[in-house]
């Protein structure tokens, strides 16, 4: 990974839809070389895939709501059923496990508080669960999807 690699995707991840000719350009390479160097990166998984970027408030899924999850279940039976009842779940859009105070934690997009219920009744009703703690976030301040490339 070089400094060409680094800017091919600081180019990508900026903006998926520009043409070859643009990054290209931005990253003063030639054509070619340059689409060696994204489908190098493909393969090698830096690239994982190209996607759209979209408004929730435009799709009426604009509140945000941070789900902490407690369980006193940590086998794998437990684990396996509740990741299936949470990727089915369109609502939660990120899912983690994590350490500390909280086993889990949920981003879920709603259009409402209505809409939250419905996903947390959902929840509670398809797995055993000790403890669920909402938030609702009340302004989004930083919000990317760019990832740092300093590291790389």
């Not at 437990?78 to 990727?87: G, I, L, R």
């Not at 909280?102 to 000790?130: F, H, M, N, T």
Request: charged share 25%.
């Amino acid at each position: 990974m070089d400094k060409i690699d680094k800017a091919i995707l600081d180019a990508l991840q900026t903006n998926a839809t520009a043409s070859l000719q643009e990054i290209s350009e931005r990253v003063h390479l030639s054509a070619t070389p340059c689409w060696r160097r994204i489908q190098r990166l493909e393969r090698e998984g830096y690239i994982q895939q190209r996607v759209a970027l979209l408004n929730p408030a435009k799709l009426n899924v604009g509140v945000t709501v941070f789900v902490a999850v407690r369980t006193n279940q940590h086998n794998e039976k437990w684990a396996k059923k509740f990741t299936a009842v949470v990727t089915a779940i369109p609502e939660i859009v990120e899912f983690y496990r994590m350490s500390g105070e909280i086993d889990y934690l949920l981003r879920v997009v709603v259009p409402d508080i209505k809409g939250y219920d419905a996903v947390y009744q959902r929840l509670i009703r398809e797995v055993e669960l000790s403890d669920v703690s909402s938030s609702f976030a009340m302004e989004q301040i930083k919000f990317t999807t760019a990832l740092p490339l300093d590291y790389a």
